[in-house]
């Protein structure tokens, strides 16, 4: 493989126009807006209705490309919007133009060296990670391997998936493994929320029936104690983890949870960020699974150490569904025993790409397990026929 240099990093907005062109912006008649699903914010009654009304799609997605003076292009992806553009154009620019991109290490220590000022978690994080998936694409296409033989090759023959969504009979009858559902309400809602909780998680299971895997996202919403007094009352329906019920910072809440709930998983990760958010959760014993989301975690690079942390532990690693970018790190390593698929259909009945319009070829699962084509790099193409991408902040 001859060496190359990187040209230009160019960071894109992607322009609405069509409907779903951008799977972080969705509009009403979409399950993950319409539904009741307890938050951040659903304890203020003017935000209870739809996460939209706060603005969980204010940024958008954020996509990069990272083209090479041999004419290659690397595409990576976060959720950003026109911040994480600014970042990536006006700071972090100056650490990737004209560096070799092999040097996946050094190019990503000085991005998150630099970044320490204003960084840490979040945005700058989010920025850093979608530079770093164009890298890694880059890195594919130049030795001409997928993403998942260059980190270690396949420890499985084919990925199993479980579906995130809002009809677990549905995802059933698609052939998925298990369904993850919302929970609807939080504490702001009192003992009424909690009982239509409990009646959620048991009409489910009926729809199901007592053997297919369900699971509870809880999405940041909820307390101790009313995650405590939750899971007492969802014991009678075989719930296998609860997910994601504190603020990702609390981690002393978190171990407690672990400590006195004993009869269902503890899951969290997915709005952490780098390996030293992860330490803590491993040191605290806060949880049984680990999330991260490697469009936010700080990439590949970030969630490789991550996943080899949570090996020492014993603890499995089942991200936070990023489609293509999630399924190549499970399928290279032996404590990531499947992946998750959200049901991005507006019933919540279909199967449809993750990313919406954004990739021409995003691998799709069927009958439950998810096959990668052999192609380098993350085996993906921008769908730019389809999309309209701006560059706000063109240097």
């Excluded at 553009?85 to 100056?94: G, Q």
Aim: aromatic fraction near 10%; charged fraction near 25%.
């Amino acid at each position: 493989m001859k060496s190359s240099t990187i040209r230009e990093v160019r960071a894109f907005i992607i322009d609405p126009g069509e409907a779903g062109a951008d799977y972080h912006n969705q509009e009403k008649g979409h399950w993950l807006v319409d539904t009741p699903i307890a938050n951040p914010m659903s304890v203020y009654d003017e935000y209870k209705d739809s996460r939209t009304s706060w603005g969980i799609n204010a940024l958008g997605t954020v996509v990069v490309e990272i083209e090479l003076d041999n004419g290659m292009i690397g595409v990576g992806t976060s959720i950003g919007g026109d911040p994480a553009c600014y970042i990536i154009e006006r700071h972090l620019s100056r650490f990737i133009e004209g560096q070799d991109p092999r040097n996946v290490e050094l190019i990503w220590d000085q991005m998150w060296r630099a970044t320490l000022p204003y960084g840490r978690k979040g945005l700058p994080i989010q920025a850093i990670s979608a530079v770093d998936l164009a890298l890694w694409d880059c890195l594919g296409k130049l030795r001409d391997e997928p993403i998942y033989a260059l980190i270690g090759g396949k420890t499985k023959d084919r990925l199993q998936v479980y579906a995130t969504t809002a009809r677990a009979d549905k995802a059933k009858e698609l052939g998925f493994m298990a369904a993850k559902i919302p929970c609807r309400f939080g504490p702001g809602d009192g003992d009424e929320g909690l009982e239509k909780n409990v009646e959620a998680v048991a009409s489910a299971r009926e729809t199901v029936g007592p053997e297919f895997p369900l699971m509870l996202d809880c999405y940041m919403a909820l307390n101790v104690p009313y995650t405590i007094k939750l899971a007492q009352a969802l014991r009678p329906y075989n719930v296998r983890w609860i997910e994601e019920c504190l603020p990702p910072d609390d981690y002393d809440g978190y171990a407690e949870l672990k400590r006195k709930i004993d009869w269902l998983l503890i899951a969290t990760g997915e709005h952490e960020y780098t390996r030293y958010g992860f330490r803590e959760l491993i040191a605290r014993r806060c949880a049984d699974i680990l999330q991260p989301d490697i469009n936010w975690v700080g990439g590949l690079t970030e969630a490789r150490r991550i996943y080899a942390m949570a090996s020492a532990y014993d603890i499995p690693c089942i991200p936070h569904g990023s489609s293509i970018f999630s399924y190549h790190i499970q399928y290279a390593h032996a404590n990531a025993p499947f992946a998750e698929f959200l049901i991005m259909s507006p019933e919540a009945d279909q199967i449809v790409p993750l990313f919406g319009h954004l990739f021409i070829d995003e691998p799709l699962p069927v009958n439950g397990y998810l096959d990668l084509p052999d192609k380098p790099g993350w085996g993906v193409e921008l769908n730019k026929d389809a999309l309209t991408l701006n560059r706000p902040y063109r240097m």
